[in-house]
């Protein structure tokens, strides 16, 4: 064989990635069931008796590549296919899967090509703080539209120009964001550009740094006198112990606010943070952007993306970052 046919793709090989691609379709239609049980969770996904997920770290370290094709053809092909856009998306979304389908009150913005672009521009290292911020704000404004999803609705018929009915809904509940200090006011401005008039309560939450444990405490707290007949998002963009939601949770609790109606807004999440969160407080909901598999010894998530707070306002020691993404 010349060099040329070497290395074209083989019909096995061809087949294969079509039969990803029927995968990744049904998996985005909701069908298929049975055939996603084909794809082989992530090695080290484990369940934690009756909560929690995790990824071994041996997982982690793989970059939760599946082993789908361990046995098949040589380390590079398997390499080759794994890297294939459809494989990647695959990925990530039964991973999330895993997780949404223990927790029924989580919701994970479903993977797509954008979706997982957006992802990587605000993680990446070099991005410039001009674009952490307006791609943030990007997947900050897909996190409001489905939190506000989950808000009580009552059926209305409204008459449209043409004279003709048209049957929708309507809020049933009004709303107040409520954002956990610092890093939760980045996401106060995508609530703003799509729930006109919103009230905005603040809470101060910090980690105790000097705390192993890194417990948090609260400092301040400023809340609509009618909390309690409010739908409540809860904006904080990083969860990774989960002590700051629990305790900014209890507080609204305390100031009137019901479990049920309280929906908390995050874009990075970690299985240690969520499994806490519905412990403590099964009646809330949850909507996330991404779940990353682990915590360092400084308690950060991993792979993550740094400071939220730091790299959205640019206080960060290091103003590192100077690429910058266009569609150019």
């Known amino acids: 064989f010349s060099h040329t046919q ?8 061809i087949m294969r990635i079509i039969s990803k691609i029927k995968q990744l379709r049904n998996l985005r239609l909701g069908i ?5 049980q084909a794809w082989r969770k992530p090695a080290g996904l484990a369940r934690l008796g009756a909560g929690g997920l995790a ?84 997947v900050i404004r897909l996190l409001i539209e489905e939190a506000l999803s ?33 890093a939760g006011d980045s996401m106060v ?29 609260m400092t301040y707290m400023k809340m609509p006198s009618d909390i309690d007949r409010r739908s409540v998002l ?20 305390e100031s009137g606010a019901k479990e049920e109606n309280i929906v908390f807004v995050n874009v990075v999440a970690n299985p240690e943070g969520i499994e806490e969160l519905f412990r403590c407080y099964p009646k809330i909901k949850m909507v996330t952007s991404f779940v990353d598999p682990e ?8 792979p993550g993306l740094g400071d939220f707070g730091d790299r959205y306002f640019g206080t960060e020691d290091d103003q590192h970052g100077r690429r910058t993404y266009t569609y150019h």
């Not at 070497?6 to 090989?13: A, E, G, I």
């Not at 059926?155 to 509940?173: L, N, S, W």
């Not at 809470?203 to 444990?213: A, V």
């Not at 112990?241 to 609790?253: E, N, P, R, W």
Request: charged content about 25%.
């Open 32 to 36: 298929g069931a049975g055939r996603r």
């Open 6 to 13: 070497r290395n074209k793709p083989t019909f096995s090989r």
């Open 234 to 253: 809860l904006l904080d963009p990083m969860l990774a112990t989960g002590g700051s939601a629990k305790l900014a949770i209890k507080c609204l609790i």
């Open 150 to 182: 989950k808000l009580p609705f009552v059926p209305q018929v409204i008459m449209t120009p043409t004279d003709a009915p048209f049957y929708g809904f309507e809020f049933r509940q009004r709303v107040v964001g409520v954002s956990i200090m610092r």
């Open 295 to 302: 915590l360092n010894d400084m308690k950060y998530i991993v």
């Open 189 to 217: 401005a995508g609530l703003r550009s799509v729930a006109k008039g919103v009230r905005i309560g603040k809470i101060l939450i910090q980690r105790d740094e000097e705390d192993p444990l890194k417990r948090a405490k």
């Open 55 to 138: 990824l071994g770290t041996a997982a982690a370290a793989a970059g939760w590549v599946s082993s789908a094709y361990a046995d098949e053809g040589s380390a590079a092909e398997a390499k080759e296919e794994h890297e294939h856009p459809v494989n990647i998306l695959l990925k990530y979304q039964s991973y999330h899967d895993e997780f949404e389908k223990q927790y029924a009150n989580l919701d994970i913005l479903p993977i797509n090509s954008q979706s997982l672009a957006l992802q990587t521009i605000i993680r990446d290292r070099g991005t410039s703080r001009d674009d952490f911020v307006f791609y943030s704000d990007r």
